[in-house]
């Protein structure tokens, strides 16, 4: 089993910044990709970036320019830098992880991220 932690969620002012952090603990060996996922109040869950072991990122496009996904392999452990933030990106943010050949995936609790006009 995979156990995600994480934290750095709050609440902030619009064009302000917030880092979110993931944690990986448990059966970690063969982590594939990690990310972040956002649901907001009546919307579905949305991807907003992930990046794979070898470091290729994806990002939303409401997101580009402004977020920016990293990790750190020896940590088992996936950062999440949002900047220039907007009152449309207040969600819940959930980090995800594939992991194994059949990239089963594994999610956090939540952390909520709410940005004030």
């Known amino acids: 089993q995979v156990q995600l932690v994480e934290s750095g969620g709050g609440l902030v002012q619009a064009g302000g910044s917030l880092r979110l952090s993931c944690a990986a603990s448990?059966?970690?060996?063969?982590?594939?990709?990690m990310g972040w996922y956002r649901q907001a109040p009546g919307k579905q869950r949305e991807l907003v970036a992930t990046i794979r072991s070898g470091g290729s990122t994806t990002y939303a496009d409401s997101v580009k320019g402004r977020f920016t996904v990293s990790r750190d392999n020896a940590k088992n452990t996936v950062y999440l830098q949002m900047n220039s933030l907007k009152p449309e990106d207040t969600a819940v943010y959930y980090c995800?992880?594939?992991?194994?050949?059949?990239?089963?995936?594994?999610w956090g609790q939540g952390t909520q991220v709410t940005v004030s006009s």
């Open positions: 995800n992880l594939k992991r194994g050949p059949y990239d089963r995936d594994y």
């Open positions: 448990g059966s970690t060996f063969g982590i594939n990709t």
